[in-house]
């Protein structure tokens, strides 16, 4: 397994956030969390990357555990996180909003190289290279967002509910990107609120509710699920 979160509990002060969670990420796939709001799964990212500190259990990525680092340590051993609401700095250009995402890596000329894939990938983003980031449309914020976590050469890429306020079309856009990213070798887990999405991209997936793991399972049988068609699917 490329990372293991072994029945770990958050709190934040007297609130529980997430209760005994174990989940595994294998090398190569995609996998989701899903849930309500409020279910902890932003929680749960929080805790991969070292922002929010466990109250009980253990992280671990490609062998070693993790959940005793700082977050910039994690950001350097190979997780990058993409989150919630994109949280792009505002008054930076495009280019340097990129350049932020290489801010512990030593290679200079690859990540002069990564930073032309990243332009590859998102044309807009080369177009707009100079442009300060909040004239940016949300979408484009999204793909600034995900292009900034590829310029740390993520092992593991972690991504905090991207389709959040895009426009359908927009949606479709972020998923082909996200499954691209995924085929050239990423693993990804990724929050949604949007089930169907998830479960659409996902291999396997995760169901929170309440800081619980409700359900798990590879992704498109918890697409047929009845609890989770009910529950998420609206069917
Ligand atoms: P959403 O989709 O609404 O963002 P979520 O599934 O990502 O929900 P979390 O954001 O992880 O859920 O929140 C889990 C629980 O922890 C909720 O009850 C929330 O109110 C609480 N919580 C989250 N952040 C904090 C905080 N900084 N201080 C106190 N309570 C918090």
Known sequence: MLLEMRDVSVNYGKVSAM??????????????????NGAGKTTCLRAISGLARLSSGE???????IDT?????????????????????KDMTVEENLRTGAFLRRDAEAVEQDLEG???RFPRLRERRTQRAQTMSG?????????????????????DEPSMGLAP????????????I???????????????????LADHAYVLETGNMALEGPASELHDNEHVRAAYLGV
């Open 19 to 36: 209760r005994n969670i174990t989940l595994s990420v294998p090398e190569g796939g995609i996998v989701t969390i899903i849930g309500g």
């Open 169 to 180: 079309v927009i949606v479709e856009e972020i998923a082909r990107i996200i499954e691209d």
């Open 118 to 120: 990243v332009f590859k």
């Open 182 to 200: 995924n085929a050239q070798g990423v693993p990804v887990v990724l929050v949604e609120q949007n089930a169907e999405l998830a479960l659409e």
């Open 139 to 159: 979408g484009e914020q999204q793909m600034l967002a995900i292009g900034r976590a590829l310029m740390a050469k993520p092992k593991l890429l972690l991504m």
């Open 59 to 65: 992280i671990w990525f490609q062998g070693e555990r």
């Open 69 to 89: 680092l700082s977050p910039d340590r994690i950001v350097g051993r190979g997780i990058a996180h993409v989150p919630e609401g994109r949280r792009i700095f």
